[in-house]
T-cell receptor
Framework: ETGVTQSPTHLIKTRGQQVTLRCSSQ?????VSWYQQALGQGPQFIFQ???????GRGNFPPRFSGLQFPNYSSELNVNALELDDSALYLC????????????FGPGTRLTVL | AQTVTQSQPEMSVQEAETVTLSCTYD???????LFWYKQPPSRQMILVIR??????QNATENRFSVNFQKAAKSFSLKISDSQLGDAAMYFC?????????????FGKGTMLLVSP
């Protein structure tokens, strides 16, 4: 167990809908990264939040957005869902952006129909 | 851009035997970190071992060791005395040194099957 939790475990949405995924980090972990892991692929970096501000983004469109809260929880929001958004979404938290030791949650499996 | 390649989609090993998983990467940086992560069916990514590129000595963690060849940009993982619990997807990953928001770049993974 890494102390990082994600909810929900599974989610089914239809194309065009919006979805919010949640992550709860360990206390003191002020940096959270989100990754998208398509079936049969390695995780791909979406963005990172540090002290409630986005401070890095991968090659994902603006309809992927996030929030980080003072209580070490965070959200990933995806608008206008597309079929290709079907994937496992992982969050990973750490004590600072420079810390190599990051702790992953178990992920949320999103299916877009 | 950095890329990580794992050329073995699947590997099999018997309990107590040794297996080596391969990874190559491409980067123009001279300093960076390399990682092996394990993702069991529970989906939770777990760090297995980490290597700093400026260190010549290969990292070791109990039954897990790496063969880091910087010039060849190769970073293989050796698992000794394999156990049933080692069965999982293994990902090789790269991270730039001293990059505040630096992300992990992952390979596509190698599924390790362990038989009794």
């Amino acid at each position: 167990e890494t102390g990082v939790t994600q909810s929900p475990t599974h989610l089914i949405k239809t194309r065009g809908q919006q979805v919010t995924l949640r992550c709860s980090s360990q206390s003191g972990h002020n940096t959270v990264s989100w990754y998208q892991q398509a079936l049969g692929q390695g995780p791909q970096f979406i963005f990172q939040y540090y002290r409630e501000e986005e401070n890095g983004r991968g090659n994902f469109p603006p309809r992927f957005s996030g929030l980080q809260f003072p209580n070490y929880s965070s959200e990933l929001n995806v608008n206008a869902l597309e079929l290709d958004d079907s994937a496992l979404y992982l969050c990973a938290s750490r004590t600072s952006p420079d810390n190599n030791e990051q702790f992953f949650g178990p992920g949320t499996r999103l299916t877009v129909l | 851009a950095q890329t990580v390649t794992q050329s073995q989609p699947e590997m099999s090993v018997q309990e107590a035997e040794t297996v080596t998983l391969s990874c190559t990467y491409d980067t123009s940086e001279s300093d960076y970190y390399l990682f092996w992560y394990k993702q069991p069916p529970s989906r939770q990514m777990i760090l297995v071992i980490r290597q700093e590129a400026y260190k010549q000595q290969n990292a070791t963690e109990n039954r897990f060791s790496v063969n880091f060849q910087k010039a060849a940009k190769s970073f293989s993982l050796k698992i000794s005395d394999s156990q049933l619990g080692d069965a999982a997807m293994y990902f090789c990953a790269y991270r730039r040194l001293n990059s505040g928001y630096s992300t992990l770049t992952f390979g596509k993974g190698t599924m390790l099957l362990v038989s009794p």
